[in-house]
């Protein structure tokens, strides 16, 4: 059977047409005066694993069409396109996939863009290979790194990411991102009710004193493939009573405006935990993010239908102020507020998967 690749089909006109050059005062804002802060660049649409709430098998099978690499944005195309990125306020690069480790000569472009100056560049990866990596991607210039890990127990593990990997493989990964300094370690756990959901309280206990960072995500109905149900969703306010119970638990303030999760720490001084709740604590007045995809295109929501086909003006030849200038269009032209908009129907509609722009 032939696999349609769930991509972006209809993709917006190459990019807004501007017509004077982009000399605005002040810094650049959407239509909700939200600042462009954290650009997400997905390196790859690669993964290893094939975690059920962002590619599950059944749809990212063995004949699943991924990106040719000729199609991927090269490591030079990436690097002016941050750049111009960063001359309109960008102070975060996350580097996201599929798996960003899958990419070849990753610590290369790290390097490329650790010479941006007053950036932090970060990166998410599901961890199984930074006992390999993590010291040159540290050398490279890279700051910090967050983990993605669903189960402290193998049988659930296996259930949530449908990889042949076992736990011990992301805590060597964990721990080898610590010891090459790329730390304080965010710990990402999505929680999907009647799946996962029973080993929070472990997780939590084992986090503790860690100094890594745990946070806890709602599982979200991103893309069209994963089968997202509503009833399916353990609301952040019942992990935080969970936890609260055996370990007692205060909030405390966001580090910036726009921080996605929102903190809590122990009240004994085990640490620090965050929720990040995005069905049911919608965080869009103050989303600062925009995602660039694999292959060159602009998304400026995660829950994006379309994006904006920024490697074509880029192979077309466009120079600097061309490409600054669409870019600010874009953002310009911003609205997106899909989490406070959230309906069964929105739910259902076709969405660009997250393996492919990256979460
Ligand atoms: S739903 Fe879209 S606009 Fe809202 S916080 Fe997420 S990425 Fe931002």
């Known amino acids: 059977m032939r696999v349609i690749p769930i991509r972006d089909a209809a993709t917006s006109p190459l990019l807004p047409e501007v017509t004077a050059p982009l000399a605005v005062d ?11 802060r954290d650009l997400r660049i997905s390196v790859t649409d690669r993964c290893n694993f094939r975690c059920i709430y962002c590619m599950p098998r059944e ?37 996201t996939g ?3 480790l899958l990419r070849k000569d990753l610590p290369r472009l790290i390097e490329m863009l650790a010479g941006l100056d007053g950036v932090e560049l970060t990166l998410t990866t599901n961890g199984v ?23 402290l127990d193998d049988p659930t593990f296996r259930r949530m990411n449908d990889a042949d990997f076992p736990v011990a493989r992301v805590l060597d990964g964990i721990a080898a991102a610590r010891d090459a ?3 304080p370690v965010k710990v990402n756990m999505v929680v999907k009710r009647g799946t996962n ?12 004193h860690s100094g890594h960072i745990l946070r806890f995500i709602e599982f979200m109905d991103v893309g069209s493939s994963n089968g997202w149900k509503m009833d399916e969703v353990l609301p952040s306010r019942e ?46 007045s103050t989303c600062t993010r925009l995602r660039l995809s694999t292959e060159g295109k602009l998304y400026t929501c995660l829950f994006a239908q379309n994006g904006h086909d920024l490697r074509a003006l880029l192979r077309a030849g466009a120079d600097d102020e061309r490409l600054h200038a ?16 959230r309906t069964a129907a929105t739910a259902a509609a076709r969405k660009i998967e997250m393996s492919y722009i990256g979460g």
Not at 326 to 341: F, G, L, M, N, P
Request: aromatic share 8%; hydrophobic share 40%.
């Open 26 to 36: 002040g810094p650049l804002l959407d239509r909700r005066g939200r600042s462009l």
């Open 98 to 100: 599929g798996e960003p």
């Open 59 to 95: 749809v990212f099978g063995h004949d699943y069409p991924f990106l040719p690499r000729e199609a991927l944005l090269s490591f030079e195309e990436i690097t002016r396109v941050a750049r111009l990125f960063v001359a309109q306020g960008v102070r975060k690069i996350r580097i």
């Open 181 to 183: 300094g790329l730390g």
């Open 326 to 341: 669409a870019i600010a269009a874009v953002w310009r032209q911003r609205e997106d507020r899909y989490s406070e908009i």
């Open 129 to 151: 290979l930074l006992p390999r990596l993590a010291p040159g991607l540290k050398a490279a210039g890279l700051h910090r790194v967050t983990v993605s890990l669903d189960a």
């Open 197 to 208: 959901d029973q080993g929070i309280e472990a997780m939590a206990n084992h986090f503790r």
């Open 239 to 284: 992990v935080v009573a969970r936890i609260d119970r055996l370990f007692p638990l205060e909030p405390i303030d966001p580090n910036y405006e726009g921080e996605v999760a929102e903190r809590w720490r122990y009240r004994d001084g085990a640490g620090e935990i965050g929720v990040i709740s995005s069905v049911t604590h919608a965080f869009c």
